[in-house]
């Protein structure tokens, strides 16, 4: 089983910074089976990002996945005041699902 | 409009018992697989179980095998999780969730592209 860990725990900036968020894999990921989520209080998780690096439907393009083997990122480009949230990434292959542990993106 | 709606949470004493219901319409509900997705109070999210389209091939994380069950019934649209011999640490919002057998160059990838809002599970005496 792949473990996936995320840092920074928390991630302190302000509106219109640039947000990068690091997930990091025990093992290689093959063919980018890596996803993104955004989840804020109370509400449920997003589908951002899958394979990657593909947006999902809806998701503004200041949003990007990137990365491969065992290191993956996610990149806000310039914070908006409702990209203030909770970000998961996500492994899936052969019907079995893990969630790294998050990062909170707060305002500074 | 594509949606998914939980019911069936609420407080339940260690060792019982609680089945959850996730509605599903606006899509063609009964092609896709399923799955359910845990949240405890202020942690992180947990995958739990997922179904088949047809309900052929399930699949439990480790923690829950046993315990838990997972079906569907695609005449009313709708997957279950039977949860049984509940402990206090099961206690979470428990999201249902679809896969989104999404194709890339033709690899199929699943992640969870709808969510439903959650039903609350609290195990406690």
């Known amino acids: 089983e792949i473990v996936l860990t995320q840092s920074p725990g928390t991630l302190s900036l302000s509106p219109g910074e640039r947000a990068t968020l690091s997930c990091r894999a025990s093992?290689?990921?093959?063919?980018?089976?890596l996803a993104w989520y955004q989840q804020k209080p109370g509400q449920a998780p997003r589908l951002l990002i899958y394979g990657a690096s593909s947006r999902a439907t809806g998701i503004p393009d200041r949003f990007s996945g990137s990365g491969s083997g065992t290191d993956f990122t996610l990149t806000i480009s310039r914070l908006e005041p409702e990209d203030f949230a909770v970000y998961y990434c996500?492994?899936?292959?052969?019907?079995?699902?893990?969630f790294g542990q998050g990062t909170k993106v707060d305002i500074k | 409009e594509v949606q998914l709606v939980e019911s069936g949470g609420g407080l339940v004493k260690p060792g019982g018992s609680l089945r959850l219901s996730c509605a599903a319409s606006g899509f063609p509900f009964s092609t896709y697989s399923m799955t359910w997705v845990r949240q405890a109070p202020a942690k992180g999210l947990e995958w739990v179980s997922s179904i088949s389209s047809s309900g052929k091939y399930i699949y439990y994380a480790d923690a829950m095998k046993g315990r838990f069950t997972i079906s569907r019934d695609n005449a009313k649209n709708s997957v279950y999780l039977q949860l049984n011999s509940l402990r206090a640490e099961d206690t979470a919002v428990y999201y249902c969730a679809r896969l989104g057998r999404i194709s890339i160059f033709g690899l199929i990838h699943d992640p969870f592209d709808i969510w439903g809002q959650g039903t609350m599970v609290t195990v406690s005496s």
């Open positions: 093992q290689s990921v093959s063919n980018s089976f």
């Open positions: 996500q492994h899936y292959e052969d019907s079995w699902w893990t």
